[in-house]
């Protein structure tokens, strides 16, 4: 299985900071934020973002799924945020629409989790 990046997403605040999810319907997710997938950036740009998480993924040694965090500034710089190596998978987590938007839905997300835990078993 080789490595896949899921599609860039983006982070659109009306105001204040970013609040992950509320705190007692966070279905409804964050009452400042909305994520849309894919990010509003050209093709370039998510191509870089994309290249950049995968190299980061790589340099960290990480194993299985995780989700590259990053900021893109106005000039195009890239700076790294943080790698969540257990991003959420709930129906309103943002991991599993990046990947759907990818291509890859939920059922093969859950599938190549469960593949590559199995595998690693047997080393």
């Known amino acids: 299985m080789g490595l896949i990046a899921g599609e860039v997403d983006q982070i659109c605040l009306s105001h204040g900071f970013f609040k992950i999810h509320q705190e ?10 909305a994520v849309i997938v894919p990010a509003g950036i050209p093709a370039e740009a998510r191509l ?21 965090d990053m900021f893109l500034k106005e000039d195009g710089e890239i700076i790294l945020n943080e790698v969540n190596i257990l991003p ?10 990046m990947m759907a938007a990818a291509g ?18 047997r080393r």
């Open 24 to 33: 007692y319907k966070p279905e409804n997710g964050s009452e400042n934020a």
């Open 104 to 121: 890859l839905p939920f059922t093969e997300v859950i599938d190549r989790i469960v593949s590559l835990t199995l595998k690693g078993k």
């Open 88 to 97: 959420g998978m709930t129906a309103y987590s943002r991991y599993p629409r």
């Open 48 to 68: 870089l973002v994309q290249e950049t998480a995968k190299a980061v993924y790589g340099a960290l040694r990480c194993r299985g799924l995780s989700r590259v």
